[in-house]
């Protein structure tokens, strides 16, 4: 009957890539069924109970304590194993590969090896946070592996940080691509223009690869954390890394990547990237995407298709801003009216309006809040759909029709608010047999009305219909366009151009300087060089990939007493 | 100073286009300043407010009560304007297109025309349902562009149609194409191979535009009217159209337009669309987008998008349909179990799959509801992250130590109720150096559990890498691949086959017979032939299409008395 035996070492540090080595050279040894090499955390207690590994012995150990759990086939086999745990240690020691740059601090490491910008820190979560600081204070990007690290922490170490110019990644940073090099764990992706900010480790890993695998490549894969993305912590990081990408000249397309954020800062998130000034993709999983495109933000619904996304994107980077020439306005010039016919052309303007103004009023509205309280009198952002039965009851539809909607868009013109009228013309059978030629000259006298009172008004159109109808398409867009209108046959890239331009208008006063130091980049364009405190592994990838690393054989400070840690803190922030 | 004179005629009724005729004849007389002719609803009154044409016997007027009201700059020019009403109507009546197919009453057009099979009906709303019943005892499909037809109505209009084979688009349609024919407000659009149904009439026409556009067409485009989507009614016309575009053979490729469906009644068309045998495009206007693809069903966020969508999507049409091979699983297998490392590609795996099971369990779930009691024991569908905390703290990453996760491998492939297991298989520096060894014979181990048991187990891997990577992507996809594994570098294709496969699996029994009686398709298929009863325009756009047509000088039964045509109606029900 197989027997279990435990030892226990109180109070004995060993980071987990060991424990896993230990592990399995007691499990391979002969007459030994199982093994476990745990610190004696709750959930590893768990952990064992669920392969049968339990004892007394277990059960009483506490988080500091390395435990030892053999099932042999027999008393005596378990016996011997947990006698060789001594001896496997120090075989394990002995064939560390050898390396010329190892430190015992984070000190005398930075003393050696001045040229290093980065830190990567993994040891265990509660030591982190100390570790981190130490990093900062001594002016190095912090790419820190850890989790387990309190949110507390994290909000102070990003304070520190966001301050000097320097990034936290993480803490529970899985990965990060700096300068064609990966940190924790990552992918070897070519170099290329895509720029990536992950809030996802593996989120950051898998567009990274897929990029890489569809011919592309990145500039950087800069991590931040899952957590960043609270409101508590409000993505520091993240904005940091949308920061850099933007000035970055060799990034051409941005890609954001994150399970759904706090609502709140996900809006901050987008407005920042409204104005980066390139394309960002938007992959924000199981964030529900109301718009393929809004400006130069474009939605993915899932990873794949935003690595799809960026390579295209790229291909078609213009490098051209868009000019909404918006100086032709005067101020106070800032709504929208839209005047419909269609139904459903209304209440899509309205729903890809969301992305861009934070109300429209309508009377056929997306939501009930937003009912215009009367259809007869537009209001701030309103669209109405004159094809409702307010209007149409014993009456022609507007899609016959057009006295009703030349009449609202006289008034709308010579509301000094307004900024830009939205019409829609749907031709074919049973509409107006040459609907332009009475709104055409409508169009013209309303801009022309503005214009006399020194303002000036957009009007902008979609036709609906095809060179085959009655009306011809062609001939009702040049007298529309003859008349100044902007026209076009999409409603998609009609809305979305109008909400572009008022946005624009509304926002004018919005754009301020970034709550942080902006970090240098000609740092972060520097061949990266690193000090690795923690998963000596990390360090092993680096000089894999030709980068200079400084290992630090880092153990808990005053023999992990918490106490006197924090006196120790105390004294190093004088 | 202007003075409005007013005229009201009781009982009189005449259609909207008449009335705009009328106002526009006396507002262009002599010194008559505006005018309005409408009937005397409420909101009529309040058009006429608004233009600030008001006087008391417009107040005192009823809904049956036709109004004119007019404007002159003197009581001389106002008189003299509501003087000429008569004469304008009998001039117009005068001028009205002679036709030599012209009829009374439904009866007679249908007795001199017994071949058409549809009737257009565009009376006023509170006859409509009376007119439509009529056709539809005669065989007819309706195509009703009336609105202001209570809900009741329709819902009894569409029992009678879809026990018959027959449809009733409408009330409230404004649109349909029918054999290359446009019916109400409708395009001239090239025959093609996309069929359109759809709940938004000026929807319908723009999508049938854009896809004309892009140089494709269609081959129906079915309205349905907004209502049809509502959970009342229960899309009953929306479901017989998707049926007749899944038995026509020229149609290819499927678009669904319309706004946001009750939760309920888009989930069963959503569900009837996935059974259609070809790719659906799904355009319902703001409803959130949470895939771009879901087995057949392709997801746009906007109608541009649907109609780009559906043309690209002609050309990808294979006729063939995917063969997930189902006869291999046991009966009883029926869940998915997913062990994951990658964070982000577990949550996403839960995203995707929201659109094929309707629940899966997780230790870090979508939502709370779906957190799984015990995250060491599955449960139905279960994506299990053992990336997280949990399982990590104080052990290696799953990432770097593959044993947890073949230990969970092997306990699920005992589950005699699994069909499928997922993994993913993320490389890099930092990874195992090479998971594929470890998993490919675990793999091929449960695999073979299975066999052994008379079951099939499915498992799917995604590999996230690059062929740079010092693994090899290429060479740990063999290694799987060679295990029996079914691999993909795409996460969002890995989950959506699994999607499918357990979709298929758990819904074996669903697949029931439609609630209705199908369409003919070879009535469809004629060329069309109508009877047009209401507005005398959409029998002008008919004989324009040369459309056969018989326009029927509609009057109110009974002379509009409510009570005669309920006892009519009675009557003829006999």
Redesign the interface.
């Known amino acids: 009957m197989a027997v279990i035996k435990t030892e226990v070492r109180a109070g004995a540090y060993y980071d987990?890539?060991f424990?896993?080595q230990l592990q399995?050279s007691l499990a391979g040894l002969p007459g030994i069924q199982d093994a476990g090499v745990?610190?004696g955390?709750e959930?590893?207690k768990?952990?064992l109970a669920?392969?049968n590994l339990v004892s007394p012995e277990l059960q009483a150990a506490k988080p500091d304590d390395l435990v030892i759990v053999v099932r042999g086939e027999t008393e005596a086999a378990a016996l011997e194993a947990l006698g060789k745990v001594d001896e496997l240690i120090s075989q394990r020691k002995s064939s560390a590969p050898e390396r010329e740059m190892r430190a015992l601090s984070l000190e005398t490491a930075d003393q050696r090896f001045p040229g290093a910008a980065w830190t990567l820190i993994s040891v265990a979560g509660r030591y982190a946070a100390g570790v981190a600081r130490d990093a900062l204070r001594r002016g190095k990007h912090v790419f820190l592996f850890s989790?387990?690290v309190p949110v507390e922490e994290e909000i102070e170490l990003k304070k520190i940080s966001s301050e000097k110019g320097l990034l936290v990644m993480g803490p529970d940073c899985g990965?990060a691509m700096i300068g064609g090099i990966?940190l924790?764990?990552?992918?070897?992706?070519?170099k290329g223009p895509i720029g990536i900010v992950a809030a996802?480790?593996?989120?950051l890993?898998?567009v990274a690869?897929?990029i890489?695998?569809l011919g592309s490549g990145i500039t950087y894969g800069i991590g931040t954390g899952?957590r960043d993305l609270s409101e508590k912590v409000g993505a520091t990081t993240f904005r940091q890394g949308i920061d850099i990408l933007s000035r970055d000249p060799e990034t051409k397309v941005i890609v954001l990547?994150s399970?759904p954020p706090a609502p709140k800062v996900a809006e901050e998130v987008l407005q920042m990237a409204k104005r980066a000034g390139k394309p960002v993709v938007v992959s924000m999983?199981?964030r529900?995407?109301?718009?393929?495109r809004v400006g130069n933000l474009h939605?993915a619904?899932?990873?794949?298709?935003a690595a799809e996304l960026a390579v295209a994107l790229v291909k078609g980077v213009s490098g051209k801003t868009e000019d909404l020439k918006l100086e032709r306005f005067a101020s106070g010039q800032r709504y929208l009216r839209g005047l419909f016919?269609?139904?459903?052309?209304a209440?899509?303007a309205?729903?890809?309006l969301q992305n861009y103004l934070p109300k429209v009023w309508a009377n056929a509205p997306?939501n009930k809040e937003n009912k215009l309280p009367n259809s007869?009198v537009s209001q701030e952002h309103t669209i109405v759909d004159l094809?409702e039965?307010?209007?149409?009851?014993?009456?022609?539809?507007p899609?016959?029709?057009n006295?009703?909607r030349i009449?609202r868009l006289m008034e709308e013109a010579n509301d000094p608010s307004v900024a830009v009228i939205m019409l829609?013309v749907?031709?074919?059978?049973?509409?107006h047999p040459d609907p332009a030629s009475e709104l055409a000259p409508a169009i013209a006298k309303a801009k022309e009305t503005a214009a006399k009172a020194g303002r000036y008004l957009e009007v902008v159109a979609v036709v609906?219909?095809?060179d085959?109808?009655?009306q011809d398409?062609n001939k009702q867009i040049e007298l529309l366009k003859g008349a100044g209108a902007w026209v076009s046959?999409?409603?998609?890239?009609m809305v979305s151009y109008a909400g572009r331009l008022l946005e624009a208008l509304n926002s004018a006063e919005q754009a301020g300087v970034p709550a942080f130091t902006p970090a240098d980049l000609s740092v972060l364009q520097k061949p990266l060089a690193a000090i690795n405190l923690g998963l000596e592994?990390?360090a092993a990838?680096l000089e894999?990939?030709e980068a200079p690393v400084v290992h630090v054989e880092w153990r808990p400070p005053a023999g992990g007493n918490e106490k006197l840690i924090s006196i120790l803190e105390k004294m190093k922030a004088k």
């Open positions: 987990s890539a424990l896993m399995r745990v610190m955390t959930s590893n768990e952990l669920h392969i989790d387990n990965t990966g924790g764990f990552a992918n070897k992706i070519r996802a480790g593996t989120g890993q898998h690869s897929r890489h695998q899952g990547v399970k999983v199981s529900p995407v109301n718009a393929r939605f619904t899932t990873m794949d298709e016919s269609g139904g459903t052309l209440y899509e309205q729903y890809i997306l007869f094809g039965d307010e209007f149409t009851v014993g009456r022609l539809h899609m016959m029709d006295e009703l009449r829609d749907v031709i074919g059978f049973g509409s609906t219909g095809t085959e109808d009655p398409l046959t999409s409603n998609e890239e592994s990390f990838n894999a990939q």
